[in-house]
């Protein structure tokens, strides 16, 4: 009689010797995973320039409506005082002590106005006094898409003999025979040209004229005009006719807009 062989056991592993359905799940996974990086980065390489551009558009509007509400604020002490805030007081020795950013202060709101009322104005505004003052910088001073320092503005005046801020004295503007239309009031500036919102510094022609020729946004520059109208200026303003909107009694006639 002969004997009976023992039942075969089964191999262990997978039988065919082929990649097993545990690999195969992990190598799909795997492919999706890689698939899913590429798909993202490309719709980021997609969606950014028209985050981009959205951004710079709501910057621009945002700098937009600080220069109107600036230049109202700065017509409206022209209508109290008869004449515009000077571009900086000064005290019996001539030293600078504040700027007009401090001394419109009353016209931009109650916040700012009860700002004003603790500022010593016979005291320079880096006073101990004022340690505490360059941190409440209001937001009407600052850029909506913002890398200047804590405390910086945004908007300076051009200081010119010939326009409507010489210095520490303060113009009429009945005197700006040009038309209103046609004479700078105050302008934006990039956060490399800003400065402390109290300090009596701004610019002068040929850093108003760089200003433009660069672009704060991109290629334009918001300023405001005499009449309290908002504008862009863009590179292919000459410095010519830059100087013209600076001066306040030149005969010349704005082309920009």
Known sequence: MSEVPPPVQPASGNPSGG??????????????????????????????????????AAGRVHSQNNLKQLSIALLNYESAYKSLPPAYTTDDSGNKLHSWRTLILPYLGPEEQQLSEQIDY?????????????????LVYRHLNDSAPVGHSHYVVVIDS????????????????????????????GAEESVPWMKPEDTD??????QILAGVHRDVTGVAMADAVVIELDKTASPTQIEGIVTRNGGEINELY
């Open 122 to 138: 016979s005291k320079p505004w880096d006073d101990p006094v004022h340690a505490d003052f360059l941190e409440r910088c209001p």
């Open 205 to 210: 022609i040929g850093g108003f004229t760089d």
């Open 162 to 189: 010939r326009g409507v801020f010489t210095g520490e004295r303060g113009i009429r503007l009945r005197d700006a025979t040009d038309g209103l239309s046609n004479t700078l009031l105050l302008t934006e500036v």
């Open 19 to 56: 990649i097993s359905t545990t690999k195969i799940l992990l190598i799909v996974v795997g492919c999706m995973f890689v698939l899913g990086l590429i798909c993202t980065g490309i719709l980021a390489a997609l969606l950014f320039p028209a985050v981009s551009a959205a951004r710079e």
